[in-house]
């Protein structure tokens, strides 16, 4: 009976060290992230729990290597299914909009799920008599990362900022993460065969994105604005 009790007591108390270590993760990030929301230009702080209080007023993208996504996955994917970490998710879009910001490609392409994601560009020209049911597409990251790249040539000065930074909706079953951006730059560059022709860049656009629990894009909804370059290459490519 002792060593019957004894076994129990051991168990016990390894799973109750186990739920502290889970309880205590949140706290942790959020002090280890309230050091770094000091950083000039990001006006949002966290929550005791990691999320970001509304709203999130950062300027410019985040570094990933400003972020925590270096979490043990083990420990992200409890906090994910508990329905916190939500701060995790926002960093994977920090990455992605960081990635357009300093034309990195592999970087974009890592920021999404390895089978695809779905796009709703609503406001695109083509889609102008298209239901939104329909609007959506299964897209590669190969060729998100293209058709990144093909932006980034033809604005090579092209600088992101936010008007509202990437911020995870409330409730613990909302995956989505929330952007008000906006792009300052011109169209100097070449790309798609068409010339610049010197005009600035002002494109802004509002942009949602489906984050899962691997950390990975699944779908993005975006509405938005178009360059002088964008309009030009769909002139080109319907005639």
Sequence with gaps: MLAKSAS????????????????????????????????????????ILG?????????????????????????SKILL??????????????KYFHG????NIPQIIDCFHPDGAIIRDVCALTNRDVSY?????????????????????????CIVKFHH???????????????????????????QGIEPDGSPLTVQGQTRFLVGNDLKIREIVITRTFSSW???LLLKNSS
């Design 133 to 157: 049911e329909n609007v959506g597409k299964l897209v590669s990251p190969q060729f998100l990362g293209e058709r990144c790249n093909e932006f980034l040539n033809a604005h090579p000065n």
């Design 81 to 94: 299914k508990i329905g916190h970490g939500k701060h995790l998710r926002e960093e994977v879009v920090h």
């Design 230 to 232: 964008e309009e030009q």
């Design 51 to 75: 999320s970001i209080k509304q709203p999130q007023l950062q300027t410019r993208p985040i570094s990933p290597a400003n972020n925590i996504t270096g979490l043990p996955l083990l420990i």
């Design 8 to 47: 129990s007591t051991a168990t016990a108390t390894a799973v109750t060290i186990a739920l502290l270590a889970v309880v205590s993760i949140p706290a942790i990030s959020a002090l280890a992230l309230s050091s770094s929301s000091s950083s000039p230009g990001v006006v949002g702080r966290r929550t």
């Design 165 to 191: 930074g990437p911020t995870c909706g409330r409730g613990s079953d909302n995956n989505w993460v929330y952007a008000h951006w906006y792009e300052e730059g011109s169209f100097s560059g070449t790309s």
């Design 100 to 103: 357009v910001d300093t034309k």
